[in-house]
């Protein structure tokens, strides 16, 4: 069966924008960084979890489950917990820090999802709850309690495409998606110049109150976040080349990619702080934000620390779980 490859291509520029994304944040979140930061969080995410809640179909072993999200994710937030200076007794396992959030919420995607399905009008009821989640000020970073159950609508509603609802959307005419991701890209910024939407809105780690938001205003904001979402996850999947690029292979590695970038991304700005590096001048910014992101690529999506991890991870799991 010939292997899709849009998929891996969308990834490809997914896991490009999440790290690209992290290493120009270190430069400041605000002003044209903010512009950028939020056309960049309006989609790359949600579309990340489209394409998870899309593969999730087939049932999990549970060790396959578990080397892929939890044994990842104690290890991993652990160490960056210690490489942050936190004292042993500030170790949290429950509270999901820096990228590590996902994994968590990956695993209780995909443990629920198939009880989930068996609602009638999921999808439409994942986003009512989702924006409701905004309101309750208990739900963020514990357990990732508001990005589990806030960027859930996007893995149901990749979980309920069929590959056929996928061919559909590749009929419809390129230009309409490059119109709709135009026009989406367009209310981004907008959104954003007119201090409308807080750049923190698109992580939806923060209730409403904490984002100094009455709950009116905020169930608004997000419901629009998620209509932006769901256009530009649309148009990209019809635009999406199904062809093997020189860079496709990275597309089945974002997992080695993503888990490892923030041990590169944050010790270069470190070091460059540390001997007195300062930019201001944005387009230097990027260009440097892209050489860090070029070069997390070369680091953790090269074949051999993605074996290394993969191996590194079956070891850990096949130690841990119970051979039937």
Known sequence: MK???????????????????????EFGTTGKLGLI???IYSFHMPLFIFISGYFSKSDAKPEKLLKTTIIPFIIFNTIWMFTQGNAINKINFFKPIYVFWYLLSLFFWRVTVKYFDRVKGIVIL???????????????????????????????LGYKFKKESIEKIRKIPKIYSIVAIIVAFAITIYLNIKQTMPV???????SYSATKL?????????GTIYIIAVVIIFALVNLMPDKEFPVTIYGQRTLCIYVLSSFVIIPIHRLMTNVGITIEEMPLQIIVALGITALTFIVTGNK??????????????SYLIKAK
Do not use: W
Not at 7 to 19: C, R, S
Not at 214 to 220: R, T, V
């Open 3 to 25: 292997r899709d490859y849009s998929f891996d291509n969308m990834k490809v520029l997914l896991i490009t924008l999440v790290v690209f994304g992290h290493a120009l944040e």
């Open 214 to 222: 009455d709950n009116i205003h905020g169930m608004i904001l997000r």
């Open 304 to 317: 051999y620390v993605n074996k290394g991890y993969n191996t590194l991870m079956e070891k850990i799991s």
């Open 37 to 39: 930061r939020a056309v």
């Open 126 to 156: 994942a986003f009512i709850v989702g924006i409701y989640c905004g309101c309750i000020g208990e739900a963020e970073r514990f357990f990732s309690i508001s990005r589990t159950v806030s960027f859930f609508p996007y893995f149901i």
């Open 200 to 206: 923190k809105m698109y992580e939806l780690i923060q």
